[in-house]
RNA sequence: GCGGCCAUAGCUCAGUUGGUUAGAGCACUAGAUUGUGAUUCUAGGGGUCGCGGGUUCGAAUCCCGUUGGCCGCCCCA
């Protein structure tokens, strides 16, 4: 019995399971390359203090972090945005603005497994520093939309929420709240959709009452389902800077709109996310049936750069975790069969036949055709079955008869029929067949 | 950090009120089959019954502990 096991929480990836996420890997980089973005990697250790920096002491305890021989504090990274912060800022002034950057990356956290949880995941990170408009918004969500649809989910299947963390600020600070008791509300309206009115303890815990002013005000905004309606909550208040800010998001639904994802987002402003480095729009997407955990959640973070010792650059972006990812696709149906196989199967007679074969099987693979053939000598039937099983479209059969009158047998796996190709037009006559 | 359920072959699971050498199906390997593949038949490999302790003449089975897994809570960058 083996004796050597995974670590708790980790994932060994067998051929059948890493198909499916090699799948998901190549729809997000296709995705992004669409969209001009350009990949970025980097070491999976990184400094302990960049993740305190941004998060504070208390991240620590989710970390998978330890000293290392010289003495250094080191943590497995946990997420991208901090590192991905850290290059650009080293390079600001030398890159060319909008920087749209995309990653693909492991991730490490120290937590307990759960459904769509695990200690080590993979993420599809995309940013866009140096643009401060909304317009870096629209290009983000639209490609994150896409990143879904790439897979073959629709809008019945997802949806992005869209919030702004901003409005949030403005609407509560018009009625007179200080910041520390904002960000309290925010916590609360975090909450709001799991806990309902429970959840605003967070705030009068150390806020006192609310109001029944400020209570229905915060439910008002809750329920705004639609841009119509958040122009009807602003048009009462007569504020210059909520009235402002509607232009941005005039500006955003309007950018989606006209590439036609509408029907892919929804306005709510429930969603703020939990850490508070966001400062201006966020979003999630999620899954519209299940209840499944967010399937992507992003925003704009315009202080973090400089925070993390870079010039000041404004930034947004998302990142779309794999797990809960394949959840649903694995639930949909729209995990494709990706297994490899070879293309061609060769049967061999017997030794002598199996150095005649492996010239053309050097051949065949030179020129990038998938190739494959037994190792052993076998019988026919044997290697036939071993072919069909294989899942190769077609069998070369390198036998005694057929070399002797210069010819290899070309079968059609499927309609089980074979014709004599001579050896000089194999590779055409594989050409030919795979591309017919 | 907290709680619920679970643990027998690679997988899915049987295993009687505690009883002698722990089984089946699937999968894998080989043979029947020395030139034609999804059937069939036969054989084989693979288990310290998660681990440790206890009760007992005797434990896969009962008790305690522990580790791991699944699910949920906290958290979720």
């Not at 499916?20 to 970025?40: D, I, M, N, V």
């Amino acid at each position: 019995m083996a004796s050597f096991k995974s670590l708790p929480g980790f994932r060994d990836f067998y051929p059948e399971d890493l198909a499916p996420r090699t799948h998901l890997f190549r729809q997000w980089r296709q995705s992004a390359h669409a969209f001009g973005f350009q990949e970025y990697d980097a070491p999976v250790l990184e400094s302990l203090d960049l993740y305190k920096a941004k998060s504070g002491d208390e991240i620590e305890g989710q970390l998978f972090n330890f000293t290392d021989k010289g003495e250094r504090e080191v943590t497995l990274r946990p997420e991208m945005t901090p590192t991905v912060c850290r290059m650009v800022g080293a390079k600001a002034n030398a890159l060319k603005r909008p920087i749209k950057w995309f990653s693909i990356a492991d991730l490490f956290r120290y937590e307990r497994m759960q459904k769509g949880r695990g200690r080590c995941f993979a993420q599809f990170n995309a940013d866009i520093f140096g643009e401060a408009g909304p317009e870096a918004e629209i290009e983000l969500i639209s490609l994150l939309i896409q990143c879904l649809r790439g897979m073959g989910l629709q809008s019945e299947d997802f949806h992005v929420r869209l919030s702004d963390r901003n409005l949030w600020f403005y609407y509560l600070e018009a009625r007179g709240l200080g910041d520390e008791q904002v960000k309290a509300m925010l916590g609360a309206i975090d909450k709001f959709e799991r806990l309902g009115e429970d959840a605003f303890e967070i705030y009068t815990k150390t806020h006192g009452a609310m109001s029944d002013d400020l209570k229905s005000a915060v439910l008002r905004m809750l329920a705004i389902k639609s841009l119509a309606d958040l122009e009807a909550v602003v048009a009462e208040l007569d504020n210059a800077q909520l009235t402002e800010r509607l232009d941005d998001w005039r500006k955003v639904l309007g950018g989606l709109d006209a590439m036609g994802l509408s029907d892919f987002v929804s306005v709510d402003l429930g969603v703020v996310r939990g850490l508070a480095y966001y400062t201006g729009f966020v979003f999630e997407a999620f899954d519209r049936k299940g209840d499944l955990r967010a399937l992507a959640g992003g925003g704009r973070y315009n202080d973090l750069v400089k925070k993390l010792g870079g010039p000041e650059l404004p930034a947004v972006g998302f990142a779309i975790g794999d797990m809960t990812m394949e959840l649903l696709l694995r639930e949909r149906g729209l995990l494709p069969d990706v297994a490899s196989r070879p293309d061609v199967y060769v049967v061999v007679g017997g030794a002598e036949e199996r150095l005649e074969a492996f010239r053309d099987i050097a051949a065949l693979r030179a020129v990038g055709y998938r190739v494959d053939y037994p190792m052993k000598d076998l019988g026919f039937g044997k290697q036939f079955k071993n072919a069909t099983e294989s899942g190769a479209r077609i069998a070369l059969i390198y036998g005694g008869d057929e070399l002797a009158k210069g010819v290899v047998k070309l079968r059609d796996l499927s309609q089980r029929e074979e014709v004599d190709v001579p050896r000089e037009q194999v590779a055409e006559a594989v050409r030919d067949f795979l591309s017919g």
